[in-house]
T-cell receptor
Framework: ETGVTQSPTHLIKTRGQQVTLRCSSQ?????VSWYQQALGQGPQFIFQ???????GRGNFPPRFSGLQFPNYSSELNVNALELDDSALYLC??????????????FGPGTRLTVL | TQLLEQSPQFLSIQEGENLTVYCNSS?????LQWYRQEPGEGPVLLVT?????EVKKLKRLTFQFGDARKDSSLHITAAQPGDTGLYLC???????????FGAGTQVVVTP
């Protein structure tokens, strides 16, 4: 069984640029959630995708957007990067309502630095 | 803004000592989870508690969920250096696993 994987591991961008982060969910999982973890903080929920549809969103501006593909992998896109977007971005997969949605399996994260 | 407050923020103890980490909220959660996170890695689930008053034990770790499902505690007996890490509590308001995390408690266990 393959766990949750994320790419890239690290990324450096400048203000105003756009970035795409990728996540492959654990085998058999149809739900993917994205979290932002700033230094010294706990993860903050960005949004969740279930079967290619957005299934809830946290308090993040529209420049944070996402996609989920038929194989349940997912992308997080951030436009017009700001310095405060510097953080560890975590992807978590779960089995959805029918598969124990509360149990989230996290990937290792992508460390984004905005200069 | 963290809806879940964890205390203390930092804990440094000697190997063999006991420690307790607290997680409090004014909100009711359908479930509460505890994670441990190592530097450069994602959080790893330790336990999920769903019933008010529930107590779960995982080897030297004991987890309690408050009767009102608003607070929880994690107790580690005879801590070992391998217990070092960032301990995070997270509350789920529904069955979809959209989690609200606390800011975490950094635990350091020295030999």
């Amino acid at each position: 069984e393959t766990g949750v994987t994320q790419s890239p591991t690290h990324l450096i961008k400048t203000r105003g640029q756009q970035v795409t982060l990728r996540c492959s969910s654990q085998s058999g999982h149809n739900t993917v959630s994205w979290y932002q973890q700033a230094l010294g903080q706990g993860p903050q929920f960005i949004f969740q995708y279930y079967r290619e549809e957005e299934n809830g969103r946290g308090n993040f501006p529209p420049r944070f957007s996402g996609l989920q593909f038929p194989n349940y992998s997912s992308e997080l896109n951030v436009n017009a990067l700001e310095l405060d977007d510097s953080a560890l971005y975590l992807c978590a997969s779960s089995g959805g309502l029918a598969g124990g949605g509360d149990t989230q399996y996290f990937g290792p994260g992508t460390r984004l630095t905005v200069l | 803004t963290q809806l879940l407050e964890q205390s203390p923020q930092f804990l440094s103890i000697q190997e063999g000592e006991n420690l307790t980490v607290y997680c409090n909220s004014s909100s009711v959660f359908s479930s509460l989870q505890w994670y441990r996170q190592e530097p450069g890695e994602g959080p790893v689930l330790l336990v999920t508690v769903v019933t008010g008053g529930e107590v779960k034990k995982l080897k030297r770790l004991t987890f309690q969920f408050g009767d009102a499902r608003k607070d929880s505690s994690l107790h580690i007996t005879a801590a070992q250096p391998g217990d070092t890490g960032l301990y995070l509590c997270a509350g789920g308001a529904d069955s979809w696993g959209k989690l609200q995390f606390g800011a975490g408690t950094q635990v350091v266990v020295t030999p």
